[in-house]
């Protein structure tokens, strides 16, 4: 994709560096100023010099925005490549994707204790009632609104989570032994794909900051982050329970309602300033692919066993048609939110610890 | 609308217009930050204002930024409603988000 750089832009050409770097720091939109920046650097001789920028990046943390543009250029046949660096410090207006925490991703394996994970499980067993997953038809609904500045987008959200109900119920010698566990839900982002298609056949894709697969769940900084399950407790309700005696039933319920939004336009898109062309949204499609399982938990020990599982996705694929300010039902090509594994055994291994999707979520055109 | 509009309309007491469901055909405004004292100043605002609106509070996901509410009014009065929304924001009432902030969750 290349945009034409307007001839009002014209100046003495300065021949950008190959790969090099640029920070700011002064305050102001870090997106705009990447965009004034390549304008200065790569508005050219009056021969015209086309551009386009192969990749973009916007991201944030608690102190600001943080864009990374790399464009690319070509005159004469030569292919130069520049990239943009630049930061604020200032209150964004732009999207806010938090930069993941340093980690390790995925944690190891919790270390076995002395004895091994086997000890703890001994003469406790687990029941399950209505673990059976099942699919949600339609599994998404479209919003159609503005944002604050009045720029048209559709928000995609799943109706409500696919059903999981699982009921676990402990099985051990005391009242003492099974308040030692705790049973709940385990869920991994196994892949996803998130796209945004416009008319130029750009995309904008929406995907987490860490690929996955990896665990799915409450952010490091929620304060419900749990290693294993989805949650600690404190959040969400029945996504993890104590038993407290012999014969106790925990209940769990997958709250999981996944979505994103996309811009009617690509110009509108905050993230995307011009020299975008103009572009309509034609498509927008969300396949992402989910694994949860049902997880039991040794509080002392921290040796979890996991004992039921489903796999689901969502299958959502939107075919924009016109006039494209007016939403029709009828535009979905695709809308459901299916499980593909009903009743798994807990088998596989899940990734425990490590980012979560909601740690940071990135967004590039393409 | 003037400062003084903004403080009657915030000051309402009266029936609140929220409605069960979303309008249909309706338009949603998707860009303020969700509290409760913005989901109660923006339901004080449009009903002492006559619009309709629904408001929702999306759960059921984990997200590492602020959730946003959305708002749903007819058509008809949705500028009108954006309008009301922007001053209140500008008023320092409501906070008001950009972009995908808040709309991405997995």
């Known amino acids: 994709m290349f945009a034409k750089v307007s001839p009002s832009l014209s100046r003495p050409a300065v021949r950008p560096k190959a790969d090099s770097e640029r920070n700011w720091s002064s305050r102001g939109p870090a997106t705009e100023r990447c965009h004034a920046e390549l304008k200065r650097d790569l508005a050219p001789a009056p021969s015209g010099l086309d551009f386009s920028f192969s990749r973009v990046r916007v991201h944030a943390d608690a102190n600001g925005v943080s864009s990374t543009l790399v464009a690319q250029a070509a005159r004469a046949g030569t292919t130069l490549t520049s990239r943009y660096w630049s930061s604020d410090a200032t209150p964004v207006t732009e999207p806010v994707y938090q930069t993941p925490p340093p980690g390790v991703n995925p944690l190891p394996p919790a270390p076995a204790p002395a004895g091994g994970c086997a000890?703890?499980?001994?003469?406790?067993?687990?029941?399950?009632?209505?673990?059976?997953?099942?699919?949600?038809?339609?599994?998404?609904?479209?919003?159609?609104?503005?944002?604050?500045?009045?720029?048209?987008?559709?928000?995609?959200?799943?109706?409500?989570?696919?059903?999981?109900?699982?009921?676990?119920?402990?099985?051990?010698?005391?009242?003492?032994?099974?308040?030692?566990?705790?049973?709940?839900?385990?869920?991994?982002?196994?892949?996803?794909?998130?796209?945004?298609?416009?008319?130029?056949?750009?995309?904008?894709?929406?995907?987490?900051?860490?690929?996955?697969?990896?665990?799915?769940?409450?952010?490091?900084?929620?304060?419900?982050?749990?290693?294993?399950?989805?949650?600690?407790?404190?959040?969400?309700p029945n996504i993890l329970g104590s038993f407290k005696a012999s014969g106790d039933t925990v209940s769990l319920v997958l709250p999981d309602a996944p979505g994103g939004p996309a811009w009617l336009n690509l110009q509108e898109d905050p993230a995307w300033h011009p020299p975008y062309a103009d572009a309509t949204l034609k498509r927008y499609l969300q396949h992402d692919t989910f694994r949860t399982w049902v997880g039991v938990r040794h509080k002392p020990t921290g040796c979890v066993r996991t004992i039921h599982h489903i796999d689901w996705e969502t299958n959502w694929d939107l075919a924009v048609g016109t006039p494209i300010a007016v939403f029709s039902p009828g535009w979905w090509t695709t809308n459901t939110s299916d499980v593909t594994v009903t009743n798994g055994n807990g088998s596989p291994a899940y990734i425990r610890g490590g980012h979560v999707p909601a740690d940071g979520i990135s967004r590039d055109l393409k | 609308m003037t400062n003084d509009d903004l403080r009657q309309s915030i000051a309402y007491i009266g029936p609140s217009l929220a409605l069960s469901a979303p309008s249909n055909p309706g338009v949603a405004l998707i860009g303020y930050f969700a509290s409760d004292v913005a989901a109660k100043t923006i339901d004080r605002l449009l009903s002492a204002r006559g619009v309709p609106f629904h408001l929702e509070r999306p759960t059921g996901h984990w997200s590492g930024t602020r959730e946003r509410l959305i708002v749903t009014v007819p058509p008809d009065r949705e500028q009108e409603a954006q309008a009301l929304l922007a001053a209140a924001s500008d008023a320092g009432l409501l906070e008001r988000a950009d972009g995908a902030n808040g709309l991405v969750h997995y």
């Open chain 1, 119 to 236: 000890t703890p499980f001994a003469g406790v067993s687990f029941a399950l009632a209505h673990a059976t997953g099942s699919s949600r038809t339609p599994g998404a609904k479209f919003t159609s609104g503005t944002d604050a500045a009045r720029h048209p987008l559709i928000s995609v959200n799943a109706v409500g989570p696919v059903h999981y109900t699982p009921d676990v119920t402990i099985t051990a010698p005391s009242a003492a032994v099974a308040a030692d566990f705790e049973a709940g839900l385990i869920q991994n982002v196994m892949s996803s794909d998130r796209r945004a298609i416009y008319s130029t056949g750009v995309s904008v894709i929406t995907a987490p900051a860490t690929p996955p697969p990896l665990k799915d769940g409450a952010p490091s900084s929620s304060g419900v982050n749990d290693v294993d399950f989805a949650e600690n407790g404190g959040g969400h």
